[in-house]
């Protein structure tokens, strides 16, 4: 029962940072508002100057942030539980950088015209090859040092492909862009952008959610957790769509913000007493704790938008990794 | 008879002596490395003296001389393609092609280099100044001259408060004070907010302030056709087609202020015919 308590407790208390920090990058921005404006048109219905910066520009921001965090949280916590690998991440093992580079063929290649969920679905098809390349190549040893270099592998090949594509889009700003898509940003971003990865986010998340209890019989191997009755095969797959479902949707509108899929689950599991399932959902609310402080980071520090969230993601991330490193030098040696 | 032979002589090998000199100090193959310097070439040089442009002279959205500028050799503005040509007078603009004119210059060719102008005195000091260089002061003179009758007699219509207007381009840059499209956009009688938010020069500011500023006029300035960038992304943002009161336009065309010379009388202008659209 104490466990149970402690769960919870941690539970609600992320639960509010999630909510604390998501009205904290409301509050932030170049602009100060007067929120009985903004009261006023969901009350009356009536626009203004406040309003339209809220609802356009500010809302959607911090949206973003929270789904996309979430989404790299949850994502990093159910690969580390699927390769059994402390530093399987989307970010190191080439999977955002896939999913990058499919959404760059779509964006600048004008494909994003041929149907709502182009773009989210290439970031899909981005991620689905590379992770059935990780598999391929790193396989289920859980070596972390041929995942590690397959992850170098992939994210090499992915990068440069993706400055080759850009080289090539008819767009004169397309190279310049490949910054985006490398450190990935929230900034300038609609309600449609919104819109068209919440069914994507929402259908990927649900699908590692419910493999749960597969990641925790995980733990104990393979041939163990299917003589519990799982059906291995089928619910890998399971959570390896899930996983590119929601990253591909989430890289394919604010690029490759790095290092939060890698941090949090770690962060967290000593919190849930290494229980992979539990560590889902308090992953997903952490990386959205972590994506929405460091949006807020990133409009107190620049005026005109320029820094790019994933530095901010990345400097608290890159120190961490040593860390990490310093930490298991004998165990991983 | 003899005698008058030989002055005649004389004098005629003289004078073609003279011309002989005068021809060596008046470039007669110029090259040109960057879009503006094409333009003032096809302006004031005499045709035969040009060597070669570079490709967007004849690009009729970039270039005002695009006409003019058929029939002329065309070239990157790379080294390899300017030394064969064997040029007298390289003419490139100071913020492009770097390395390529310190390199020419170290091979001793004469390269000028035109600046930026941000005014319509300095961009009477380049036209003087480049007529000069390409041995035709008088008929830079004479454009200059034109264009300063143009803009003394510019038909505007001025209003006792002037109308409020920000430029937003491509990734979110707008232009402030010290700039020439602050000239144009003040002659043409409106007040730039940029300048109030102490933009100097182009800044990126974000979508946010834009909304705030509420102006009058939003000059958008999207330069190619082709949006599918996130550069386009901010011209794109639908906040902006929600933006209350302000009326969306097209900044002025690229051949009218992507370089400084006369066409600047045709920019204003053009921003003036907004202006008096507006009226009610």
Known sequence: MTVNHSYHGVLIGLLVAMIGSFFADLLAGPVSLQWFNIWAAIIENKASLDSLIFFEIRLPRAILALLVGATLGISGAALQGLLRNPLAESGIIGVSNCAALGAVLVFYFGFTQWAWFALPLAGLLGALVSVVLIFLLAGRSGSTVTLILAGIAINTIAGALMAMALNFAPNPYAMQEIVFWLLGSVANRSVSDVLIIVPFIVFGGLLILSCGRFLNALTLGEETASSLGFNVQVLRWRLVVGVVACVGAAVSVCGNIGFIGLVIPHLLRPLVRHDPQRLLSVSAMGGAVLLLLSDVAVQVLSSGGELKLGVITSLVGGPFFLYLILKNRNVWG | ?280
């Open chain 2, 1 to 280: 008879m003899r005698a008058i032979i030989l002055i005649k002589w004389a004098l005629v090998s003289l004078l073609s002596l003279m011309s002989c000199f005068a021809q060596a100090s008046v470039p007669q193959r110029i090259v040109s490395l960057s879009l503006c310097t094409d333009q003032l070439l096809l302006m004031l040089a005499p045709r035969q003296h040009i060597v070669s442009l570079t490709r967007g002279a004849v690009d009729p959205d970039l270039s005002y001389m695009a006409a003019e500028a058929n029939g002329f050799l065309l070239t990157g503005g790379n080294i390899e393609e300017v030394l064969p040509l064997n040029p007298d007078l390289i003419v490139g603009s100071a913020f492009a092609s770097r390395d390529a004119v310190h390199f020419l210059r170290q091979l001793g060719y004469p390269v000028k280099l035109i600046g930026l102008p941000v005014s319509i005195a300095e961009i009477r000091d380049l036209l003087l100044a480049f007529g000069e260089w390409v041995g035709s002061l008088e008929r830079a003179e004479q454009v200059v001259r034109k264009m300063d009758w143009q803009l003394a007699n510019l038909n505007l219509q001025q209003d006792r408060v002037k109308k409020t207007a920000l430029i937003y381009s491509s990734n979110g840059y707008t232009i402030g004070s010290g700039t020439l499209e602050n000239v144009m956009l003040n002659a043409a009688g409106f007040h730039n907010l940029a300048v109030d938010m102490g933009v100097v020069g182009f800044e990126q500011i974000t979508l946010e302030r834009v909304v705030a500023a509420q102006p009058a006029f939003l000059f958008i300035e999207n330069h190619i056709d082709n949006s599918d960038s996130l550069a386009s992304q901010y011209v794109n943002h639908p906040v902006l087609d929600k933006m209350l009161l302000s009326k969306q336009r097209e900044f002025i065309p690229s051949r009218l202020r992507a370089c400084a010379g006369p066409m600047v009388v045709e920019a204003i202008n053009y921003l003036s015919e907004n202006h008096h659209d507006s009226k009610p």
